[in-house]
């Protein structure tokens, strides 16, 4: 069945350093990838998507792009902010679309 | 302002006493669904409805049931609730299939069962 592994935390960062959190999948088809965050007592918030190879979704200077022949999908940032403090959840739905399957969750740190 | 509403945040219970965690969306959703979340497991889906009054399980339906009988509400029902049933709760919806767009979820409900 479908699957996302992604790399296990925490992840502590000082404040503008180069962030990059793994993310794997294993799927049948062709799926659309996402990366979640959930910031402390939130419930979760899509951080960006991409819907077919080579697709690079963005957002607030975060980065990903859809990679097939590596089944990759990570997450970059440039420069780290104490605001980007949270939990990273990488994801994928596919064929039918009636179900996210989710990563176990980085938790990531940025000290000032 | 568009949002998904869930209650309650907390509760406490023990076991075997039935309850209800209520999920509302005001965003004219065709797509709901339940997950809940562990440590070291992510989120897992419990149940999913495409619309009124059709729903199937996901991944992790034991123990749990829904309903759908207004587009809006999405409650997920532990008829007998069990300590392992302790876990935080997550409600989602969306207005296509998540292919294709972006699941709202709602705050959670931290759930305890003694």
């Known amino acids: 069945g479908d699957s996302v592994t992604q790399m296990e935390g925490p992840v502590t960062l000082s404040e503008e350093a180069f962030l990059t959190i793994n993310c794997t999948y294993t799927a049948t088809g062709y799926p659309s990838l996402f990366w979640y965050v959930q910031y402390p007592g939130e419930g979760l918030q899509l951080l960006l998507k991409a819907t077919k190879a080579d697709d690079k979704g963005s957002n607030k200077g975060f980065e990903a792009t859809y990679r097939k022949e590596t089944t990759s999908f990570h997450l970059e940032k440039g420069s780290v902010q104490v605001s980007d403090s949270a939990v990273y959840f990488c994801a994928l739905s596919e064929n039918s679309g009636y179900a996210l399957n989710f990563g176990k969750g980085t938790s990531l740190l940025v000290t000032p | 302002e568009a949002q998904v509403t869930q209650n309650p945040r907390y509760l406490i219970t023990v076991t075997g006493k039935k309850l209800t965690v209520t999920c509302s969306q005001n965003?004219?959703?065709?797509?709901m669904s339940w997950y809940r979340q562990d440590p070291g497991l992510g989120l897992r889906q419990i149940y999913y409805s495409m619309n009124v009054e059709v729903t199937d399980k996901g991944d992790v339906p034991e123990g749990y049931k829904v309903s759908r009988k207004e587009k809006r509400n999405f409650p997920l029902i532990l008829e007998s609730p069990s300590p392992n049933q302790t876990s935080l709760y997550f409600c989602?919806?969306?207005?296509?299939?998540?292919?294709?767009?972006?699941?709202?979820f709602g705050q959670g409900t931290r759930l305890t069962v003694v």
């Open positions: 989602a919806s969306s207005l296509q299939p998540l292919v294709n767009t972006e699941a709202f």
């Open positions: 965003m004219n959703h065709e797509y």
